[in-house]
T-cell receptor
Framework: GENVEQHPSTLSVQEGDSAVIKCTYS??????FPWYKQELGKRPQLIIDIRSNVGEKKDQRIAVTLNKTAKHFSLHITETQPEDSAVYFC????????????FGAGTRLAVHP | NAGVTQTPKFQVLKTGQSMTLQCAQDMNHNSMYWYRQDPGMGLRLIYY???????DKGEVPNGYNVSRLNKREFSLRLESAAPSQTSVYFCASSESGNNEQFFGPGTRLTVL
């Protein structure tokens, strides 16, 4: 079935460093790839997304890249800050139904001052 | 504008009890979703409703039923709760043709 794998499961960086989270997906028909941030005890919130007709998208310190041939996409956070500490989830819209998202297992990012 | 709201915030059930989780959105979205979140497993889709009057199974529908009461409300029912249904449940909504999903605050359910 449809699957999204996410790595690493935990990531620890120093404030100001960059952080990269990678995801691979199995359904070659997937065409929408959002990233959600979830702070402790809070709801997931969309931080950036990319569609299959675009290879890269950037929003201030956050960027996402997509390689459709290899079926993987990545989240890049530059100049990390303590408030970036959270769990990040990637997702891919599956082809099996309307706007159904398949989520990765999540990456717990810790940014140390 | 409250966005997506869920009730209750917390619930403890005994095995075999039933309950309904409520979800409402005030963004005039056509599509609504129920997810469960377990440690190390991300968010898994239980059921979704593409539009008022329709519902479809997601990845993990067994043991659950849903009702799209109207455009605003989408409820999730556990007929006979099991310990394996201990989880955090999130409701979400989105516009038709727009993929961003907006999540509610979640319901933490424990089944003893």
């Amino acid at each position: 079935g449809e699957n999204v794998e996410q790595h690493p499961s935990t990531l620890s960086v120093q404030e100001g460093d960059s952080a990269v989270i990678k995801c691979t997906y199995s359904d070659s028909a997937s065409n929408y790839f959002p990233w959600y941030k979830q702070e402790l005890g809070k709801r997931p919130q969309l931080i950036i997304d990319i569609r299959s007709n675009v290879g890269e998208k950037k929003d201030q310190r956050i960027a996402v890249t997509l390689n459709k041939t290899a079926k993987h996409f990545s989240l890049h956070i530059t100049e990390t800050q303590p408030e970036d500490s959270a769990v990040y989830f990637c997702a891919a819209r599956g082809s099996g139904g309307y706007n159904k998202l398949i989520f990765g297992a999540g990456t717990r990012l810790a940014v140390h001052p | 504008n409250a966005g997506v709201t869920q009730t209750p915030k917390f619930q403890v059930l005994k095995t075999g009890q039933s309950m309904t989780l409520q979800c409402a959105q005030d963004m005039n979205h056509n599509s609504m979703y129920w997810y469960r979140q377990d440690p190390g497993m991300g968010l898994r889709l239980i059921y979704y409703s593409a539009s008022e009057g329709t519902t479809d199974k997601g990845e993990v529908p067994n043991g659950y039923n849903v009702s799209r009461l109207n455009k605003r409300e989408f409820s999730l029912r556990l007929e006979s709760a099991a310990p394996s249904q201990t989880s955090v449940y999130f409701c979400a909504s989105s516009e038709s043709g727009n993929n961003e999903q907006f999540f509610g605050p979640g319901t933490r359910l424990t089944v003893l």
